[in-house]
């Protein structure tokens, strides 16, 4: 008698904790089922995510109940997520002509490299942008590709644009001006210096304004490069 009692307990207790979770999942269905038709797509997958982590942490109801209901609930997302593929398979063949002109259009815009006239250079980028936006939006596949292949370009032109301005910098003029002159007038005083040092005969003070005359002009001969770059 108390083994029956405990068993009918028991069994109490276990169809009430199913009716629980069937009755848990069917809430979940209905929301599933609700979104099923939507075209906010976005919106809607996040919506699916937040079910799935909900129905996985939910208890199981009764083996066939939970075969069943899971059966429903996945049925729901399937008719989601085809029109969702559909829809964007009808986009992506839209856009396919959208990629062929970018796709020119990129051609283009690699024929301006490597950059040597940076104002031709930059009105072709200006004419290839301006097509570029008329274009508009290519297949989602192809879009990191195509858009990476403008930015190198854009990049290129961006680098040519700053070095020019580097080389024609008036303060950077001025700070190469100014160490021409001084080492100029080193190497007048150093000259000066030799001489001296070859009338004496002095062997170590000639050898020592040699090295330091030396060391100037390989100086000198630096800056001027540099002079000759920005001017």
């Not at 009808?90 to 259009?105: C, G, H, M, P, R």
Request: negative net charge; aromatic residues 6%; contains cysteine.
């Amino acid at each position: 008698t108390v083994f029956d009692r405990h068993r009918r307990a028991y069994f109490s207790q276990l169809d009430s904790n199913n009716s629980a979770a069937k009755s848990a999942k069917e809430k979940l269905i209905a929301e599933a089922e609700a979104l099923s038709t939507s075209t906010d797509w976005g919106f809607a997958a996040g919506e699916y995510r937040r079910l799935m982590d909900q129905w996985k942490a939910s208890p199981r109801a009764s083996c066939t109940d939970d075969d069943a209901l899971w059966a429903r609930f996945r049925a729901a997302q399937d008719v989601f997520f085809t029109n969702r593929q559909a829809a964007n398979e009808e986009i992506d063949q839209e856009y396919a002509a959208n990629l062929t002109v970018k796709e020119a259009l990129l051609q283009e815009a690699n024929a301006i490299l490597p950059v040597k006239d940076l104002a031709a250079a930059k009105k072709a980028l200006q004419s290839v942008r301006d097509r570029w936006e008329e274009a508009g939006k290519v297949p989602r596949g192809d879009m990191g590709r195509i858009e990476a292949g403008l930015r190198k370009v854009e990049d290129a032109v961006r680098n040519a644009e700053e070095e020019q301005w580097q080389r024609s910098n008036p303060e950077r003029k001025a700070r190469t001006n100014s160490a021409l002159s001084q080492l100029e007038s080193a190497i007048a005083s150093l000259q000066d210096d030799l001489a001296k040092a070859e009338k004496t005969g002095d062997q170590r003070k000639i050898k020592a304004a040699q090295e330091a005359l030396e060391a100037r002009q390989a100086w000198l001969d630096q800056i001027q490069r540099s002079a000759s770059e920005l001017s």
